[in-house]
């Protein structure tokens, strides 16, 4: 399988993500309420040095594939998850809420981010041969995966949806619909997508592409009808394709994001708790999905770079 070793280097975006986000208010005038705001502040401020401390503590016994280093596999074609952001001088650079949190959690545990970038399967594959310490590749915590990989704490919560195009929109607008041999469906393999596709469309021709990426171009070509994808990456995509149209949520039991951890390392999954856990606390978390669905919105590439680390054309 090819892949890429990246050493993160983060967008100026991204690095500025790191920064809580906050506003500022008129200032009180009473005693009693710079006591109070004061009072809060301190407690705040001891939240955050406890959190802070937990995450440390947490870390401090961690063994990782390579020394001093925390490597993560990522599939690079899921906005605003993970994906490449073109800067103005033409070359990709690795961006995303995934990327974002990577490199928190590395920095909480006092880690240098290095980064394995292959396609979804790939993902999988890597945890379960315990080649990297996590995957970070918007994951839904299915327990069928619970045998390769252990689970974090969920960091984000989703949605799963059913796409076609505005033109197909009063056609293949329901399970019914798609659930018949003539209607093409598409998912992501290895995906939960792919899972929802085969319980709500059995009879329909699945076709598993690895990219989803793929799969929008094969809708806008009209070579396939509808497609399962994940929502907010559907809706990155609709930001620069109108044409697409998410016709209805889909029922997942299993809703949200979790970090894929290589299993059995029960410290890592500590650290990464505990990061996580922090990352919520001090709005970094938030910011990070504010700052990741602005650069989606851009000049952006979804795939695997080629050898030299150029976008593949």
Request: proline share 4%.
């Amino acid at each position: 399988m090819k892949k890429k070793m990246l050493a993160l280097t983060l967008t100026a975006a991204m690095a500025a993500s790191l920064t809580a986000c906050g506003g500022s208010k008129p200032a009180e005038t009473t005693a009693a309420a710079t006591e109070a705001v004061t009072e809060a502040a301190s407690t705040e401020a001891a939240g955050a040095e406890t959190t802070a401390a937990e995450s440390e503590a947490a870390a401090a016994d961690v063994q990782t594939v390579t020394d001093g280093k925390l490597t993560v596999a990522t599939s690079p074609d899921f906005a605003p998850y993970e994906f490449y952001a073109i800067g103005a001088d033409g070359k990709p650079a690795l961006a995303g809420f995934d990327m974002a949190l990577a490199q928190y959690i590395a920095d909480s545990m006092g880690l240098e981010l290095e980064v394995v970038t292959v396609d979804f399967d790939g993902v999988l594959s890597e945890l379960q041969t315990k080649s990297v310490d996590l995957g970070l590749a918007g994951l839904s915590p299915d327990p069928k995966r619970e045998g390769i990989m252990d689970f974090s704490d969920i960091y984000y919560m989703g949605g799963q949806a059913l796409v076609t195009v505005k033109d197909n929109a009063d056609k293949f607008n329901s399970f019914e619909a798609i659930n018949k041999p003539e209607v093409s469906v598409g998912a992501q393999t290895g995906s939960i997508q792919m899972d929802l596709a085969t319980t709500n469309s059995p009879d329909a021709d699945i076709i598993g592409l690895p990219k989803v990426t793929d799969i929008i171009s094969e809708l806008l070509a009209g070579k396939m009808d509808a497609a399962f994808i994940e929502t907010d990456v559907a809706l990155s995509y609709q930001k620069n394709y109108p044409e697409l149209e998410l016709v209805m949520d889909v029922p997942y039991d299993t809703e949200g994001s979790s970090v894929g951890i290589s299993k059995g390392n029960e410290a890592l999954k500590a650290a990464v708790n505990a990061a996580i856990a922090s990352a919520k606390e001090d709005g970094s978390l938030e910011k990070f999905i504010a700052d990741a669905n602005e650069q989606a919105s851009g000049d952006k590439y979804e795939g695997l770079l080629d050898a030299e680390g150029n976008v593949q054309q």
